[in-house]
Nanobody, 117 residues
Framework: QVQLQESGPGLVKPSQTLSLTCTVS??????????WSWIRQPPGKGLEYIGY???????VYSPSLKSRTSISRDTSKNQFTLQLNSVTPEDTAVYYC?????????WGQGTQVTVSS
């Protein structure tokens, strides 16, 4: 089991870039077979998968967000980050980071991000 903590600004203006960091403790983000994900939940809606970065540093993104999304990692800090470009109010959501293997799924507590001028 690992612990995850999201951090970043709670308010972003339209057209700007949303940047969030997930700090992982209790395990290394380079450990084989771990996937490090970003998920969000807009108000009144269900969970939406944004994408993930694998232990090997390769990434996969949701097709609907791929053109605006970048997930990267800093192994020296044991962190991975989300960048979502050109945000609109529809990107307002609680953003979660998660770590998973075939048999484990650990979540961060989530962080509210509001897109508003």
């Amino acid at each position: 089991q690992v612990q995850l903590q999201e951090s970043g600004p709670g308010l972003v203006k339209p057209s700007q870039t949303l940047s969030l960091t997930c700090t992982v403790s209790g395990g290394s983000i380079s450990t084989n077979y771990w996937y490090w994900s970003w998920i969000r939940q807009p108000p009144g809606k269900g969970l939406e998968y944004i994408g993930y970065i694998r232990w090997s540093d390769s990434t996969v993104y949701s097709p609907s967000l791929k053109s605006r999304t970048s997930i990267s990692r800093d192994t020296s800090k044991n962190q991975f980050t989300l960048q979502l470009n050109s945000v609109t109010p529809e990107d307002t959501a609680v953003y979660y980071c998660a770590g998973s293997t075939a048999t484990i799924l650990d979540w961060g507590q989530g962080t509210q991000v509001t897109v508003s001028s």
